[in-house]
């Protein structure tokens, strides 16, 4: 577990500060973490799983600080893990509240994603290289939005917009070892920059949702 990864362009030895740019940018999810309690806390709904998502945004912050700074097996599962989990509790949550499902039938389509993921990573592989893993997660944002168009349109034009950052977040992180030479410090920094909007648009998203959930009349669900 405490074998060193070098997996990304700005790293040339197994220092602790050996990734500067790829350490400090993580700020920028703990900058969206606390954007997010905002939105949350000047709300009516007050939406546990809204709460849950914003402040994940910190924990996946930290763990990819952990990475880009330890660089280690174990440091590697504290980023990925952080990211998974939060990839799986937002699919269940637009499965449940923008789409409208039962809870029984969005834990089923979280297996689904899942086993779609596990199917699709490796067709993707040869196209996105170690990115492919998130064109799955990118795949699933574009159909939700399309398949709520008719039901929440604000839901799915901002999914949509998130899509596209997410789409260019995604270029960076595969660009970042290609362009190595040319490009010292990397490209992967621009991941951590627009993946942190990212998922500040996606808990954004979802506490709008509850808002206007609860000014129409319909209390959110808290579970």
Same mark, same amino acid.
């Given at each position: 577990?405490?074998?060193?990864?070098?997996?990304?362009?700005?790293?040339?030895? +197994?220092?602790?500060?050996?990734?500067?740019?790829? +350490?400090?940018?993580?700020?920028?999810?703990? &900058?969206?973490?606390?954007?997010?309690?905002?939105?949350?806390?000047?709300?009516?709904?007050?939406? %546990?799983?809204?709460?849950?998502?914003?402040?994940?945004?910190? $924990? !996946?912050?930290?763990?990819?600080?952990? *990475?880009?700074?330890?660089?280690?097996?174990? %440091?590697?599962?504290?980023?990925?893990?952080? =990211?998974?989990?939060? !990839?799986?509790?937002?699919?269940?949550?637009?499965?449940?509240?923008?789409?409208?499902? @039962?809870?029984?039938?969005?834990?089923?389509?979280?297996? *689904?994603?899942?086993?779609?993921?596990?199917?699709?990573? /490796?067709?993707?592989? /040869? =196209?996105?290289?170690?990115?492919?893993?998130?064109?799955?997660?990118?795949?699933?944002?574009?159909?939700?939005?399309?398949? $709520?168009?008719? @039901?929440?349109? /604000? &839901?799915?034009?901002?999914? *949509?917009?998130? %899509?596209? &950052? *997410?789409?260019?977040? =995604?270029?960076?992180?595969?660009?970042?070892?290609?362009?190595?030479?040319?490009?010292?410090?990397?490209?992967?920094?621009?991941?951590?920059?627009?993946?942190? &909007?990212?998922?500040?648009?996606?808990?954004?998203?979802?506490?709008?949702?509850?808002?206007?959930?609860?000014?129409?009349?319909? @209390? /959110?669900?808290?579970?």
């Amino acid at each position: 577990m405490n074998e060193t990864v070098d997996n990304y362009c700005e790293r040339l030895d +197994a220092g602790f500060w050996s990734e500067p740019l790829n +350490a400090i940018t993580n700020v920028a999810f703990i &900058v969206a973490c606390l954007l997010a309690l905002y939105a949350w806390r000047q709300g009516a709904s007050r939406s %546990a799983p809204a709460l849950l998502l914003s402040l994940w945004i910190g $924990v !996946i912050g930290v763990g990819s600080f952990l *990475f880009h700074t330890f660089a280690t097996r174990w %440091a590697l599962a504290a980023d990925s893990l952080p =990211i998974l989990i939060f !990839i799986l509790v937002y699919v269940y949550l637009a499965m449940r509240d923008y789409l409208g499902l @039962k809870a029984w039938i969005s834990l089923a389509m979280v297996v *689904f994603y899942i086993v779609a993921s596990v199917v699709a990573t /490796p067709l993707l592989t /040869p =196209i996105a290289g170690s990115s492919a893993g998130y064109m799955t997660a990118l795949i699933a944002m574009v159909v939700v939005a399309v398949l $709520v168009r008719g @039901k929440d349109g /604000p &839901v799915s034009n901002g999914l *949509f917009v998130t %899509a596209a &950052v *997410f789409c260019a977040s =995604i270029g960076f992180r595969m660009i970042d070892l290609p362009l190595c030479e040319t490009v010292a410090m990397g490209t992967h920094f621009m991941w951590h920059i627009l993946n942190a &909007v990212v998922l500040y648009a996606l808990a954004r998203i979802y506490i709008d949702s509850r808002e206007r959930a609860v000014a129409a009349g319909s @209390k /959110p669900r808290r579970h």
